[in-house]
């Protein structure tokens, strides 16, 4: 909040201070999974809003090939873990997040 790039904050400080923070909620991410023990991630990781349909497993980590990076930054953006020395804070900074891990049937569709 008044320190982004060009003016581009999100302004969250007034929803914030009403007691918006995501304390109750549960997201989960349909992407290309999410790091699960991220520092900014990992106190809010809520395995029960998980899965993995690539694998049928409730591990919604990545793939470590350097490229599935985008659902954690996802995450980041809606539920990293406030006033910590990590990246930012997310947007329901106490909400618990999750992740689906769907590369294979992303991909798929998006080439149709």
Known sequence: NGGAKD?????LGPA???GYTGKGVVVSIL???IQTNHPDLAQN???RASTDINGNDDDPMPQDNGDNKHGTRCAGEVAAV??????GIGVAYNAS???TYLIAILSDYANR
């Open 7 to 11: 003016g581009l904050d999100m302004n």
């Open 82 to 87: 406030a006033f910590n020395q990590y990246c």
């Open 45 to 47: 990781y809520d395995q």
């Open 31 to 33: 992407d290309d999974g």
């Open 97 to 99: 997040i999750g992740g």
């Open 16 to 18: 914030w201070q009403k």
